[in-house]
């Protein structure tokens, strides 16, 4: 089906009636308006009072590709490659994840309980960069870098600095053998932390879309990044520390005994607004 006439009213009954199978309308008015934004650069409100407005043939091309896109169920953030990470614009490509709420909830935590911080600042397994960009975006004076062992993602976050006007260091690391004269304020991470076994209870478009390698860890070890993150920090935390991490709600709780066991104290489990445990806060007596 094409899109009839070339008028933001006719782009936006193509979305509802090729998407209505698919999505609930609210969705697919969401999808309309954030792609009248990317595309056109007009926010809700002046496309609701211009839908007479006549658009280009490119322009009607763009949304005919992307309703194209979402009929395959793709991301809607893969789709403009963009997303909005508390007051930043993120370009996002299906090298890193998409950047979730709970996320945004872990930065705005930090931000809570630190108040005019301007020490120095590690973000572990930073994806697109949304944390470290995040807090940079508060923290002007902080020192704030971010590793990733993917090529892609680090070059991505660095694109996203550059595009947001902040200065964030990131660079190319493994967790599992980084090896740094570096101590730091804060340690912040959200790793993967899915188990296989819990694939049957996601939704179809994050399977085929998100990348595994930033989501999955075997069942077998599901802590295998927190084990690695806890050693690490507790060699490069500066005295009084603290560390931060985004968990899987099923093991917030074991997340914080083993944090107590290594030496941390005043280890508390934080839940998201969908009331499941997400996060978990410590700070590292030296």
Not at 144 to 170: P, T
Request: aromatic share 12%; proline share 3%.
């Amino acid at each position: 089906m094409r899109i009839k006439t070339n008028t933001l009213k006719s782009v936006r009954n193509f979305f509802d009636n090729e998407l209505n199978h698919l999505h609930s309308s609210d969705e697919i008015r969401f999808y309309f308006y954030w792609s009248c934004e990317h595309f056109l650069g007009m926010p809700k409100t002046e496309v609701i009072e211009s839908l007479d407005l006549r658009i280009s043939e490119s322009q009607m091309l763009k949304f005919s590709h992307a309703v194209k896109d979402l009929k395959k169920q793709k991301p809607i953030q893969y789709v403009l490659e963009s997303c909005h990470f508390l007051d930043l614009q993120l370009h996002i490509t299906p090298e890193v994840l998409i950047p979730r709420p709970e996320t945004e909830e872990l930065v705005q935590k930090i931000i809570k309980q630190n108040k005019n911080f301007s020490g120095e600042l590690l973000d572990i397994c930073t994806g697109s960069g949304c944390i470290a960009l995040g807090l940079k975006n508060e923290f002007q004076e902080a020192l704030i870098q971010g590793f990733d062992n993917s090529e892609f993602a680090v070059d991505l976050a660095q694109r996203n600095a550059e595009k947001n006007l902040l200065s964030v260091d990131f660079f190319v690391a493994d967790i599992f053998n980084y090896e740094t004269e570096q101590r730091f304020d804060i340690i912040v991470s959200n790793p993967p932390y899915v188990c296989h076994s819990e694939k049957s209870q996601m939704q179809a478009n994050v399977l085929h879309y998100e990348p595994h390698e930033a989501l999955f860890v075997d069942d077998k070890h599901p802590l295998i990044f927190y084990h690695a993150i806890i050693d690490f920090a507790k060699k490069h935390l500066n005295p009084n520390g603290q560390l931060y991490f985004e968990v899987n709600e099923k093991f917030g709780h074991d997340i914080a005994k083993l944090l107590k066991e290594q030496g941390f104290f005043n280890v508390t489990v934080f839940k998201d607004f969908r009331e499941k445990d997400r996060f978990v806060h410590a700070t590292y007596r030296t």
